[in-house]
């Protein structure tokens, strides 16, 4: 197993265009969490799924974002109508049950830069 | 709510000089604490943890001990290398409802010099 990948690493894109990232969990992880992180700041949570259902959604989660993990396996965050505060790093990170489920697996995360 | 705050950087040392990043924490109940590092260029790494106090979570010379009494989760290292700059964050899970999610501190960026 790899660990956790995600794709694109870099998007550019205008304000006003939709981006949509993908983030491929390890693979015996059921539960799967998205953070955005900002230049000098700590990531901060944004949603977090157990196998397909989301369990948790931040206020930072505006109507813009939208996150699916249709079958328990990938995500996808998707953000409409971009801004240019929604650049950022977006990461991504996977945990199993049991005694090592505190233990978040990370990704190395999307770079978007809004123009 | 639940919080994290952690000593502010940047932190430049000399090889072998003894390091230690504060962090403290408030949280309802008893949450586990992470020390999480980012190498430049990649993704960040689980350091070490501690899940209830009086734990102390240790790995690759790095210390840090649940403290409940003064709500802290200090890391130290005796000797510290080149190849540990990084960026060092402290974080915790809560326990109840917030079931998944980690509250991050702000980052302390590490420097050491040959």
């Known amino acids: 197993d790899t660990g956790v990948s995600q794709d694109p690493r870099h998007k550019i894109t205008k304000r006003g265009q939709n981006v949509t990232f993908r983030c491929d969990p390890i693979?015996?992880?059921?539960?799967l969490y998205w953070y955005r992180q900002t230049l000098g700041q700590g990531p901060e949570f944004l949603t977090y799924f157990q196998n397909e259902a989301q369990l948790e959604k931040s206020r930072l989660l505006s109507d813009r974002f939208s996150a699916e993990r249709p079958k328990g396996s990938f995500s996808t965050l998707e953000i409409q109508r971009t801004e240019q505060g929604d650049s950022a790093m977006y990461l991504c990170?996977?945990?199993?049950?049991?005694?090592?489920?505190?233990?978040?697996?990370f990704g190395p995360g999307t770079r978007l830069t809004v123009l | 709510g639940d919080s994290v705050t952690q000593m502010e950087g940047p932190v430049t040392l000399s090889e072998e000089a003894f390091l230690t990043i504060n962090c403290t924490y408030t949280?309802?109940?008893?949450?586990?604490l992470f020390w999480y590092v980012q190498y430049p260029g990649e993704g960040l790494q689980l350091l070490l943890k501690a899940t209830k106090a009086d734990d102390k979570g240790s790995n690759k010379g790095f210390e840090a001990t649940y403290r409940k009494e003064t709500t802290s989760f200090h890391l130290e290292k005796g000797s510290v290398q080149v190849s540990d700059s990084a960026v060092y964050f402290c974080a915790l899970k809560g326990r109840g409802s917030t079931l998944g999610r980690l509250y991050f501190g702000r980052g302390t960026q590490l420097t050491v010099w040959p």
């Open positions: 949280a309802t109940g008893y949450p586990s």
């Open positions: 990170a996977s945990s199993g049950t049991g005694g090592t489920g505190d233990e978040q697996f």
């Open positions: 693979s015996e992880h059921n539960r």
